[in-house]
């Protein structure tokens, strides 16, 4: 009994000296709150951004300082799967200092680790990419440093590598994203780098013109949306797709050919067509006030065919009555 006495003592005396040290450098790490600091537990806050923040609290097992540590972290913006691997983590660095002061080291550990590690306020969109939009021949790779996102996936022969630039205030300002490499029509290139800005900047902007009926805005993580649009929607998809009026693919199956091949436009809805089949197809008729896309039954709109249903008409009686002028010479030269 007097052996055990002297143990809880012992252990006693290590804590209250533990406390000393605690409330007096706890608060000198930066971003660093502590709340609570007595014998049954420690509790501290690390917050960076509004959206990169943890709650921490210690609690002193039975044989402390002989024991690990106990850490439990909280958050209500960070990913509870990044939580749980960074306790563990905190199980591992605490064993390292048994029979020594922990919780300084654990707060600096932490405080440490959120500062490295940046892109930890969006690990739940990394790992919706990494299972849902990448393909094993698909490759993610995540610069902290940077925090930058690098993705290179490909669809058949064709490629596309971007960048995702990552700002600190994450989710509450836009991602920036960088096609850096790709073999598709360049024209495409171009729109899709446009669109994914503008999904990007949708995520975190209120609209210019809210509806009465709307609820408040609020700004909402655009690294997802964007990774879907240009990965599902742009790359993974037009390799395999045929033009709606031809039935024949749309790209040829050697990128290289491209230049070669017929000329290919993208509508207002995203489909893509050869130009010959969009040509023929916006200059017969029937005309009517519009003419729409086969797939989606959708107005076709294109800045090379602007003209109203009039003037198509028009043009077209006047290729006709061309035509049969024509057959008209040939037939009498026969």
């Not at 790490?29 to 609290?57: F, G, S």
């Not at 490629?159 to 850096?180: D, G, H």
């Not at 209120?206 to 929607?233: Q, T």
């Not at 395999?240 to 809805?269: F, H, W």
């Amino acid at each position: 009994m007097a052996d055990a006495s002297s143990g809880t003592d012992e252990r006693l005396k290590f804590i209250q000296t533990e406390l000393v040290e605690v409330k007096k450098k706890v608060p000198e790490i930066p971003d660093t709150r502590l709340i609570a600091a007595v014998v049954d537990l420690i509790k501290v806050e690390i917050k960076k951004t509004d959206h990169k923040q943890v709650n921490i609290t210690c609690l002193f097992p039975m044989k402390y300082p002989h024991e690990p540590l106990v850490v439990e972290l909280g958050s209500k913006t960070l990913a509870f799967k990044l939580l749980m691997g960074l306790m563990s983590v905190c199980e591992a660095e605490t064993k390292k200092l048994l029979g020594k002061p922990q919780v300084v080291h654990m707060m600096n550990f932490i405080n440490t680790f959120l500062d490295e590690n940046p892109l930890c306020v969006c690990s739940e969109e990394i790992a919706f990419i990494k299972k849902n939009l990448l393909t094993p021949e698909d490759d993610i790779k995540l610069k902290q440093k940077s925090s930058q996102i690098v993705l290179k996936f490909r669809q058949q022969n064709y490629f596309m590598n971007i960048v995702v630039n990552v700002p600190e205030t994450y989710p509450l300002k836009q991602i920036t994203v960088e096609i850096t490499e790709h073999n598709l029509p360049e024209f495409l290139k171009v729109n899709f780098q446009a669109q994914s800005i503008e999904i990007a900047r949708r995520c975190v902007q209120p609209p210019l013109r809210k509806k009465p009926k709307d609820p408040p805005f609020v700004p909402k993580a655009s690294i997802r949306p964007v990774c879907e649009y240009l990965i599902r929607d742009c790359l993974k998809r037009y390799p395999l797709e045929s033009c709606p009026l031809c039935k024949k693919q749309i790209l040829p199956a050697d990128p290289t050919e491209l230049n070669r091949e017929v000329g290919i436009e993208r509508v207002y809805c995203g489909h893509l067509f050869h130009f010959t089949c969009l040509d023929k197809y916006m200059k017969t008729p029937p005309f009517g006030a519009s003419k729409f896309c086969p797939l989606d039954k959708k107005q076709i709109f294109h800045q090379k065919w602007q003209v109203s249903a009039h003037v198509m008409e028009q043009r077209w009686a006047h290729k006709q009555a061309k035509d049969r002028e024509l057959e008209e010479v040939v037939d009498f030269l026969e």
